[in-house]
C-alpha cells in the first residue's frame, strides 16, 4: 500500500504543473504566415506563442466579425481553474498521504480519480461551448460576410481536437505539456489503486 500512495502522491503532484505549462494549444498555420500563429491556453489565461500572435489573430478576426481573444478577466473560467486544480492536487496528495500511514484505503484513490476526470469532461465542455460561441455569434457589420453552400454564415469553430480548415488555413487543436502531466498524472493514480488492491489482498 506504501508504494500505491506514493504514486498517488506523485499523480496528485503532477497536476501542480498546469500553473507553469499551457493545458492546450491552437495553432493557425496559412500559406502567407510562413511561421504558424499560435495560442496557448493556461488554466489562469491566453497567451500567444509569439509576441504578436495574439494581436494578429485578433486583427484577422475582425475581418470576418469574430471576438477578440478574451482576457482572463473576461472568463470566470480562468479564476476557478486554478482553485479547482490547486484544491484537486492537495486533496489527491493528502489522500496519498493517509493511505501510506493506513488511515484510508485504496478505494479513495479511484474516487479522486473519478471526481478528476468527471471535472475533466465539464472543463472539456465548457471549453468546447466557448469555441462554438467565439466561432459562430459574428458581428452582423462585419467586413466579410462568408456563407456555405447552402446560405447559411459559415463557421469558424476551431476543432476541439485535432485539425481542420478553415478558409484558407490550418486549424491544429492538441494538448500541451501542462495538459500532458495531468494526463500522466491521472495514470499514475490509476496505476496506485490496482497496486493498492493488490497489496490489500495480498496482505489477507
Do not use: C
Not at 140 to 162: E, F, H, R, V
Amino acid at each position: 500500500m506504501k508504494k500505491a500512495s506514493i504514486l498517488m502522491i506523485l499523480g496528485a503532484l503532477l497536476l501542480m504543473g498546469l500553473f507553469k505549462f499551457p493545458l492546450w494549444n491552437i495553432m493557425l498555420g496559412a500559406p502567407q504566415y510562413p511561421e504558424p500563429l499560435g495560442m496557448n491556453i493556461y488554466i489562469d489565461g491566453i497567451q500567444g506563442m509569439n509576441e504578436f500572435d495574439i494581436q494578429n489573430i485578433d486583427g484577422l478576426n475582425h475581418y470576418i466579425g469574430m471576438k477578440t481573444i478574451p482576457k482572463a478577466a473576461d472568463m470566470w473560467e480562468f479564476k476557478v481553474f486554478p482553485l479547482v486544480i490547486g484544491s484537486m492536487a492537495i486533496f489527491g496528495m493528502l489522500i496519498g498521504f493517509l493511505g501510506y500511514f493506513g488511515k484510508v484505503s485504496y478505494h479513495w484513490f479511484l474516487g479522486w480519480l473519478v471526481l478528476m476526470t468527471i471535472l475533466g469532461i465539464l472543463g472539456m465542455y465548457d471549453f468546447n461551448a466557448w469555441m462554438i460561441d467565439y466561432g459562430t455569434n459574428l458581428d452582423p457589420n462585419a467586413i466579410m460576410k462568408l456563407q456555405n453552400a447552402d446560405g447559411t454564415p459559415m463557421s469558424y469553430k476551431p476543432p476541439l481536437l485535432g485539425h481542420q480548415k478553415l478558409l484558407n488555413f490550418d486549424a491544429y487543436s492538441y494538448p500541451r505539456l501542462g495538459g500532458y502531466l495531468m494526463g500522466i498524472g491521472m495514470l499514475f493514480t490509476l496505476i496506485a489503486y490496482f497496486l493498492g488492491k493488490k497489496s490489500t489482498k495480498n496482505s489477507i
